[in-house]
């Protein structure tokens, strides 16, 4: 958070609404559904690849700011399995502009102590896309601040079956001793092992859907939904975000605080009380 503070003009907007945030409650995991680059160049006239082009920027400084207000985890959607199905010229200029930022901010992710690595099924992508991103996540192994998770090639309900596979083959090779299914065991055969659960789901574009996103992982998420495109977004964006996080109350199912009057209330089950009335 004070490395924010420092990098930030003061008197700026920035700077006051960074003032409203509560380091003590930040978002330890930030996820990203990054979403409208087409539509930012169709209402400028351009083709689709250059809202693309025009992601890199905040993409950038989501990262940046996210290390330096000191969160712990952020995972952006950059690569839908679904996204195969576009022009391949689309697809490729993609490639082609992740493998060029990932060679140009390897130093600044370094400096920034940010920790790279990748969910999806990683072995579906081109080769050199593959070699570009085992060389980022073996430089920044020891990094020890932000862990950055870029989805590629990712769907959440594959991220599912790919969890369970591998459940049953560790079954298989320990000869079938089937213990009974658990969230822990599940949790821990997903892309995301090890990871906590994303506090904050952000979503650029205004359209209200998951996107097969995280399936599992958003059950609790707070959701935060802006209309601007990916392109707009700022770090003013993502101030507000968080600050919006902040205001939530998250009762995972349960209540924020035990209703003193429920207490002199008997249980009811079907409409019959639990326990006979206390005379
Ligand atoms: C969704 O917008 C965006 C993508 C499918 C790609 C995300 C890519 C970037 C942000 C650029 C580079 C990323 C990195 C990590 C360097 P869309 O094309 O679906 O927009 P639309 O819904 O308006 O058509």
Redesign the pocket.
Known sequence: MKSFLEAVRPGSREARLAAEIDPQRLPSHIAII???????A?RRRLP?VA???A??R??RQTIEACAQLGIGWLT?Y???AD?WKRPRGEVET?WL??RH?LNKELPALKRNQVRFQVIGRMDGLPEEVQRALDLVMLETAACTGLRLS?ALNYSGRTEIVDALNAILERERRNGYSPSPLTEEVVSASLYTAGMPDPDLLIRT?G?MRISNFLLWQIAYSEIWVTEK??PDFRRVDLLEAILEYQKRERRYGGLAEPDPAEALVPATVGGCSAQPPVP
């Open positions: 990054m979403d409208g680059n087409g539509r930012w169709r689709r809202g693309h082009r992601g890199v905040p993409v952006l950059a690569f839908s996204n993609l502009l992740l930022y870029l574009s359209e495109f990916w």
